[in-house]
């Protein structure tokens, strides 16, 4: 039996909708609302995103782009506009599910920045600064990657008056399956409270292809290990994890791998430490 009254904290803590309320339709005209009411109160320029070929980027793109032809033909506002944004390190080995994402998404521009230069150079600056290469340099490596895409978002966003888009949804804040201050780092999260299958959901209700739906989630970062799966490198699977978070039971080991992430990575989850809340 899990441990109910921790498993309710968490829910209520990522904003997770019970799924007998969960309705497809609503979550949509939800989040889409949101984006569009954000930037008619803040005044800014549209949404800037990554677009990996991961279904929950595709998912954030397509409200994205809905939520700005909306303010364009609600309000007028025709400089609003989608920035979908390809941040390959090198060559994307599932090159194909990005441009599949892409047709989905239809943004209003694509742009494309190879990040490999900039990681690399930062990387072998450390090393020549005097840090010696650590045995999981692959994963450390991997970070370089994922806050350098975050570099070249704001670096868009900064430029054109736009904001900063982030995809962690439910399932991926209670392992903490981000980068700190990389993917992690963001203006607004249109996906937060949305377990996995959840995703998947309202990227089909949206008219996704199996083949962006279905696809094998993966953060790709570590050269070493190209593809990994999510559910390998958390080793517990996305159904365990979205039963969790809609209250179901799930085996104890299923339960303490869960709990184990969502503590060890409270730190993700929280404002910088200071003096009087350390």
Same mark, same amino acid.
């Given at each position: 039996?899990?441990?109910?009254?921790?498993?309710?904290? *968490?829910?209520?803590?990522?904003?997770?909708?019970?799924?007998?309320?969960?309705?497809?339709?609503?979550?949509?005209?939800? =989040?889409?609302?949101?984006?569009?009411?954000?930037?008619?109160?803040?005044?800014?320029? #549209?949404?800037?995103? #990554? *677009?990996?070929?991961?279904? $929950?980027?595709?998912?954030? #793109?397509?409200?994205?782009?809905?939520?700005?032809?909306? !303010?364009?033909?609600?309000?007028? &506002?025709? $400089?609003?506009?989608?920035?979908? /944004?390809?941040?390959?390190?090198?060559?994307?080995?599932?090159?194909? $599910?990005?441009?599949?994402?892409?047709?989905? *998404?239809?943004?209003?521009?694509?742009?494309?920045? $190879?990040?490999?230069?900039?990681?690399?150079?930062?990387?072998?600056?450390?090393?020549?600064? #005097? /840090?010696?290469?650590?045995?999981?340099?692959?994963? &450390?490596?991997?970070? !370089?990657?994922?806050?350098? =895409? /975050? *570099?070249?978002?704001?670096?868009?966003a900064g430029a054109r008056g736009m904001l900063v888009v982030g995809t962690d949804q439910a399932a991926e804040a209670v392992v903490g399956f981000y980068t700190k201050f990389g993917d992690g780092a963001c203006d607004v999260t249109p996906l937060t409270g949305l377990p996995k299958r959840r995703v998947r959901e309202l990227t089909r209700y949206l008219g996704g292809s199996d083949q962006v739906v279905d696809k094998v989630p993966t953060a790709d970062l570590e050269s070493d290990r190209p593809l990994l799966a999510d559910e390998v490198a958390l080793g517990v699977t996305y159904a365990e994890i979205d039963d969790y978070l809609e209250g179901e039971d799930v085996s104890a080991e299923a339960e303490a791998t869960i709990t184990g992430w969502y503590h060890r990575t409270a730190h993700k989850r929280a404002l910088p430490v200071t003096p009087g809340r350390a």
């Amino acid at each position: 039996m899990n441990d109910p009254e921790l498993q309710r904290r *968490i829910a209520i803590e990522l904003e997770v909708t019970p799924p007998e309320r969960f309705d497809p339709a609503e979550q949509v005209e939800k =989040r889409v609302g949101f984006l569009a009411d954000y930037l008619r109160r803040t005044k800014t320029k #549209g949404y800037v995103l #990554g *677009i990996s070929g991961g279904v $929950d980027s595709t998912l954030g #793109g397509r409200l994205c782009q809905l939520a700005v032809e909306r !303010v364009r033909d609600e309000d007028g &506002v025709a $400089d609003v506009r989608f920035v979908a /944004m390809r941040l390959p390190y090198g060559v994307q080995a599932d090159e194909s $599910d990005a441009r599949a994402a892409l047709e989905f *998404i239809r943004p209003d521009e694509t742009l494309t920045v $190879d990040v490999a230069p900039a990681s690399d150079a930062m990387w072998e600056a450390c090393v020549s600064a #005097g /840090m010696t290469e650590p045995a999981n340099a692959h994963f &450390v490596r991997g970070n !370089v990657k994922a806050r350098e =895409r /975050m *570099i070249a978002q704001y670096a868009v966003a900064g430029a054109r008056g736009m904001l900063v888009v982030g995809t962690d949804q439910a399932a991926e804040a209670v392992v903490g399956f981000y980068t700190k201050f990389g993917d992690g780092a963001c203006d607004v999260t249109p996906l937060t409270g949305l377990p996995k299958r959840r995703v998947r959901e309202l990227t089909r209700y949206l008219g996704g292809s199996d083949q962006v739906v279905d696809k094998v989630p993966t953060a790709d970062l570590e050269s070493d290990r190209p593809l990994l799966a999510d559910e390998v490198a958390l080793g517990v699977t996305y159904a365990e994890i979205d039963d969790y978070l809609e209250g179901e039971d799930v085996s104890a080991e299923a339960e303490a791998t869960i709990t184990g992430w969502y503590h060890r990575t409270a730190h993700k989850r929280a404002l910088p430490v200071t003096p009087g809340r350390a």
